[in-house]
């Protein structure tokens, strides 16, 4: 390949991929059918938009929630494009769809922070050895890691998760081909490793290691002004300073991403590259060719004329 690699990034999505590239966001799905559906939107990255939001830290959580948003969305539209395949699908009025999927999104969000918050948190306030602050906030983050886990590997079980996870891997299989500069094709793609440092996965796990060294130091600072803060009060704090251990996190990636030669950083992340063997399968030729097709879009490279395209 000759021309000048770009970085690259995506999801899986239902029955499909997204990439992001530059200013391009793409998404592939298959149908039933095996027909290849492409859509392709443009992309403006805040951080590149304003001064502030591309600052160190501040830039972190800025992409983070942009990325969320985006995901969200593609994740939707994946969904849409697959429900048309069921039969026993009835039409519902926007308002209500939107409505549906508010409702979801929000039961979600409770959800996540009733699991990996409030229970971490409320098992490590019951450890009489964790009424120090380092222990507490070491409990509670190993908790968190470990309940973390238990839920990947359960979510795991299910066949829906599964061919996502597959998806997942077919993603990472083809931006790891593309930026050795090799042929984009299914069969080349699928001797590739499905393990990429840049990945949500890797993200996340970072995020649990800084939390339990920040929370630490924060919660020493508040001891010795305030005295210890009862278990409410100390969960609020924390999730207010949920977007500095985003920001740190993405830097320590992005260092990571530019020094993955060096055998500490390596040794480092070692533990987020090992939890993608969890949330990346090993994928089908027919799902690479999807990817492939995605990745394609956001590059400007040639695409099969008999990809469908959907319009935005």
């Not at 995901?71 to 519902?92: H, P």
């Not at 990996?116 to 908790?143: C, H, K, M, R």
């Not at 001891?223 to 100390?234: A, C, M, Q, T």
């Amino acid at each position: 390949m000759k021309q000048k690699l770009n970085k690259a990034g995506g999801q899986a999505v239902i029955k499909g991929v997204m990439m992001l590239s530059g200013e391009s966001i793409a998404t592939a799905t298959i149908r039933e059918n095996s027909t290849i559906e492409l859509q392709k939107k443009s992309f403006s990255s805040l951080s590149q938009k304003s001064k502030i939001f591309g600052l160190p830290i501040v830039r972190g959580f800025v992409n983070l929630l942009q990325m969320m948003k985006i995901g969200y969305s593609v994740l939707l539209y994946s969904a849409d494009r697959a429900m048309l395949d069921e039969k026993e699908q009835k039409a519902k009025s926007g308002f209500r769809e939107k409505l549906e999927n508010g409702l979801t999104f929000l039961f979600s969000l409770v959800l996540g922070v009733g699991l990996f918050v409030g229970l971490p948190y409320f098992l490590a306030e019951q450890i009489p050895q964790s009424q120090d602050d380092i222990w507490f906030n070491l409990t509670a983050g190993v908790l968190r890691i470990v309940v973390f886990l238990a839920y990947l590997l359960s979510i795991g079980l299910l066949k829906d998760v599964k061919e996502l996870f597959q998806f997942h891997g077919a993603e990472h299989k083809t931006i790891n081909t593309y930026e050795k500069k090799l042929e984009l094709t299914p069969a080349i793609i699928s001797k590739s490793s499905r393990i990429n440092p840049r990945c949500g996965t890797s993200f996340i796990f970072l995020v649990l290691l800084i939390s339990i060294f920040l929370f630490s130091i924060l919660d020493s600072l508040v001891n010795i002004r305030f005295g210890r803060p009862d278990l409410l009060v100390r969960i609020a704090y924390h999730l207010l300073c949920i977007p500095l251990v985003a920001g740190i996190s993405y830097e320590i990636l992005k260092f990571s991403d530019k020094h993955i030669d060096n055998k500490l950083v390596a040794l480092f992340i070692s533990p987020g590259l090992l939890l993608q063997k969890i949330t990346t399968k090993e994928p089908t030729l027919e799902q690479i060719a999807v990817a492939v097709v995605a990745l394609k879009a956001v590059l400007d490279l040639p695409i099969d004329s008999a990809i469908r395209r959907i319009e935005n």
